[in-house]
C-alpha cells in the first residue's frame, strides 16, 4: 500500500467510528 492508501484508510476509519459513536450517543441521549 502506498503511504496515501494508508492515509485514506485510516480517515475513513475514524470517520466510520466517529458517526457510530455518535449516533450511540445520540440514541442512548434520547432514550
Known sequence: MTTFQIVMAIIAAA????LVSLCG???GKKG
Open 15 to 18: 470517520l466510520a467510528i466517529a
Open 25 to 27: 450517543y445520540d440514541d
